[in-house]
């Protein structure tokens, strides 16, 4: 297997900088009209364009350097699905709406580049010099496992001391204003200058994807420890959050054991980390075994029902359907957290008139407070990945 030379780096660069001026000047137009097909056309895009990148690698630095990035891109690409649920609650939290959703995320992977290119010299390095990190880094992944099964339960206390515009530690640097103002990070106000829920929303997402590298990096570098094959890898799997971020919600909602994959994933690359000593397993091994982890996810969330599809078909029928007036939300915030500069856990909907309010799990429970003083008794989530409906009234999801 070739090393790659200057003209492998600088064709890279020079076809990230333009993808990424594609993905500014094109991709994210037309955010406010922004729809599920839009956004699995644009990632289907991104991964077209990645795995024609591999080809190039594979024709210029031989099959093997070709078959290692494909392998890296798939494992890191996997991963990151998870990272974007993590991204939705930080906008739920913060309250940024779709249309400036984008702006952060665009933000957000222009920062990555650089933390990535960071991390992943500092992580070959030490790897080289000394070996022994393998097992702790193998631990690490470990424990990203079980993470991910956990799901964003085991994130959510991060992400609300992040973003709570109260009391985020964000505050000790820079004051905080609890309104939006347009696509700014930074608004001025009588002469100071206070950090927007944008910008709050922009330090949540650098933050969780510098967390997510701290697991993801050693997952590839247990692949190969080339710098180059490392950071392509890791760079097109990143040029297209943005778009995947759209479907993320979808992916969930259809693949109910995804994150049960995304763990085994995490578990069989802490394991060739450890043994990488002992037993040798090639690229063409691993990456047949992370198809098949992704396969067999895929695979059972088709064939095996959800528990919350069981309990809703075992649930008694709604008796209320015939006030279900809006399907779309007025907004995706809770207008009366804000006004209050408070913030909330999650969003749900109602389904009669469409005002948003935050849940019971919130400080404020402003959804079930609608009930009380309109009785509208449907409502439903507007959080990504959850599509469950619930009427108070009957107490049954339908």
């Known amino acids: 297997?070739?090393?790659?030379?200057?003209?492998?780096?600088?064709?890279?660069?020079?076809?990230?900088?333009?993808?990424?001026?594609?993905?500014?000047?094109?991709?994210?137009?037309?955010?406010?009209?922004?729809?599920?097909?839009?956004?699995?056309?644009?990632?289907l895009i991104w991964i077209g364009v990645s795995l024609a990148f591999g080809a190039w690698i594979a024709l210029r630095l031989g099959s093997?350097?070709?078959?290692?990035?494909?392998t890296a891109y798939v494992l890191e690409k996997s991963l990151s699905i998870d990272n974007l649920a993590v991204f939705a609650v930080v906008f739920a939290q913060t309250g940024v709406p779709p249309a400036l959703q984008s702006r952060a995320l665009v933000w957000g992977v222009l920062g990555a580049l650089v933390m990535r290119a960071l991390l992943i010299a500092v992580g070959i390095y030490v790897l080289e010099r000394f070996h022994w990190l393998v097992y702790p880094f193998g631990a690490l992944l470990a424990?990203?496992?079980?993470?991910?099964?956990?799901?964003?339960?085991?994130?959510?206390?991060?992400?609300?001391?992040?973003?709570?515009?109260?009391?985020?530690?964000?505050?000790?640097f820079v004051p905080?204003?609890?309104?939006?103002?347009?696509?700014?990070f930074i608004a001025r106000i009588d002469g100071k200058r206070f950090a927007t829920p944008l910008l709050v929303a922009l330090i949540a997402i650098e933050s969780a994807d510098l967390v997510f590298a701290v697991d993801s990096i050693p997952a590839v570098l247990a692949v190969t420890r080339d710098p180059f094959l490392v950071y392509s890898s890791n760079i097109f799997a990143l040029l297209g959050l943005r778009a995947l971020y759209g479907v993320v919600g979808d992916l969930f909602a259809r693949f109910w054991y995804l994150r049960v994959g995304l763990a085994a994933l995490l578990g069989f690359v802490a394991l060739k980390l450890v043994l990488s000593d002992v037993v040798h397993i090639p690229s063409t091994l691993s990456l047949a075994i992370i198809v098949f982890i992704l396969g067999t996810a895929g695979l059972a969330s088709w064939l095996l029902p959800h528990r919350s599809r069981g309990a809703a078909a075992a649930a008694s029928a709604c008796s209320h359907l015939d006030q279900v007036q809006v399907e779309e939300?007025?907004?995706?915030?809770?207008?009366?957290?804000?006004?209050?500069?408070?913030?909330?856990?999650?969003?749900?909907?109602?389904?009669?008139?469409?005002?948003?309010?935050?849940?019971?799990?919130?400080?404020?429970?402003?959804?079930?407070?609608?009930?009380?003083?309109?009785?509208?008794?449907?409502?439903?989530?507007?959080?990504k990945g959850e599509s469950w409906r619930w009427c108070y009234v009957d107490r049954v999801d339908f």
Request: proline share 2%; glycine share 10%; with cysteine.
């Open 143 to 172: 424990y990203a496992a079980v993470q991910t099964l956990r799901g964003e339960a085991g994130k959510r206390p991060w992400v609300e001391a992040t973003c709570a515009l109260c009391s985020s530690w964000i505050s000790r």
């Open 176 to 184: 905080i204003v609890g309104q939006l103002h347009g696509e700014r």
């Open 329 to 383: 939300p007025s907004g995706h915030a809770c207008l009366q957290c804000v006004a209050a500069g408070d913030t909330w856990t999650h969003l749900r909907m109602c389904l009669t008139c469409g005002q948003v309010g935050c849940c019971d799990d919130s400080k404020n429970k402003h959804a079930t407070a609608h009930f009380e003083a309109t009785g509208h008794p449907l409502i439903r989530s507007i959080e």
């Open 1 to 43: 297997m070739r090393e790659a030379g200057w003209l492998e780096w600088s064709s890279f660069g020079v076809l990230v900088a333009a993808l990424l001026v594609i993905d500014i000047a094109y991709a994210s137009r037309g955010e406010r009209g922004r729809s599920v097909r839009k956004a699995w056309t644009w990632s």
């Open 64 to 70: 093997e350097a070709g078959l290692a990035y494909l």
